[in-house]
């Protein structure tokens, strides 16, 4: 099963930049599709962006334009470039394939106002 270690959430102004990384435990060219999400505090996890192995990208509404995924086979990780960061972005970030393998820590993301 193909494990996964989120890093890169820190405490930000509004309107900053974070990248957060997700490092897998096996080779990203064969994973056909990895997604980050996030939880806020007392809400359901919800779906944030997803990188197909094909090249396709997509993005929720809420993050598109501002947010950027990406991924790198050769150190086996995808990142999520987040820019003009708002308060709503707040949570705890995580990333996974589908069908759902083991949750990792994930990483937290606080946007101060």
């Known amino acids: 099963q193909v494990q996964f270690v989120e890093s890169g959430g820190g405490l930000v102004q509004a309107g900053g930049s974070l990248r957060l990384s997700c490092a897998a435990s096996v080779s990203t060219l064969s994973i056909n599709v990895i997604n980050w999400y996030r939880q806020a505090p007392g809400k359901q996890r919800e779906w944030v962006a997803a990188?197909?192995?094909?090249?396709?990208?997509v993005y929720a509404e809420s993050v598109k334009g501002r947010f950027t995924i990406s991924r790198d086979n050769t150190r086996n990780t995808v990142y999520l470039q987040m820019n003009s960061l708002k308060p709503e972005d707040t949570g705890a970030y995580y990333c996974?394939?589908?069908?759902?393998?083991?949750w990792g820590q994930g990483t937290q993301v606080t946007v101060s106002s």
């Open positions: 996974n394939t589908l069908p759902w393998s083991a």
């Open positions: 990188i197909y192995r094909g090249g396709t990208n």
